[in-house]
């Protein structure tokens, strides 16, 4: 892993660090309109997917359903919205947003919609516990 990497300032400021994949820090939004979370790959200068080699690339969509499949069973969940846009924030960057058929911004997208509401700090550990559990050991 190159020494050289660090994640984007605005990506720190709007997100909680809950522990690193082999390629991926995983970071939940500091939003609790939505249960959203981030994979950012610790991969200096990487802007695109395809800027990643292949192998890697393999491993970012394996993080992304082992994420994916965590966040939907904690949540049950009515979709998964998953997405690498980075217009705002260049750092490669994954959401991965479980949405729910009443959430504020269903069916649009969430960015924008209404203001980040923020998290119960009791709330926001029970379910960065579970998303440990489940990432990591389930």
């Known amino acids: 892993m ?3 990497w660090s ?3 605005q990506l720190e400021k709007d997100t909680i660090n809950i522990g690193d994949l082999p390629l991926s820090r995983v970071l939940v939004i ?3 309109n939505y249960p959203w979370l ?3 790959p610790r991969r200096a200068g990487a802007v695109e997917i395809i800027d990643l080699d292949e192998v890697a ?3 970012l969509m394996t993080e992304i359903s082992r994420v994916g499949r965590a966040l939907k ?3 049950k969940c009515d979709k998964l919205n998953i997405a690498a846009l980075g217009n705002v924030v260049p750092q490669l960057h994954v959401h991965v947003i479980a949405r729910r058929s009443n959430d504020a911004a269903w069916p649009r997208p969430v960015w924008g919609v209404v203001p980040a509401l ?3 700090a009791e709330e926001v550990q029970q379910f ?3 998303l440990r559990r489940k990432i990591w050991l389930g």
């Open 30 to 32: 500091k939003d609790a």
């Open 2 to 4: 190159p020494s050289d």
């Open 73 to 75: 069973e904690i949540t």
């Open 7 to 9: 994640l984007s300032p």
């Open 38 to 40: 981030l994979l950012v």
């Open 128 to 130: 960065i516990n579970a």
């Open 57 to 59: 690339q393999a491993q």
């Open 118 to 120: 923020p998290h119960d």
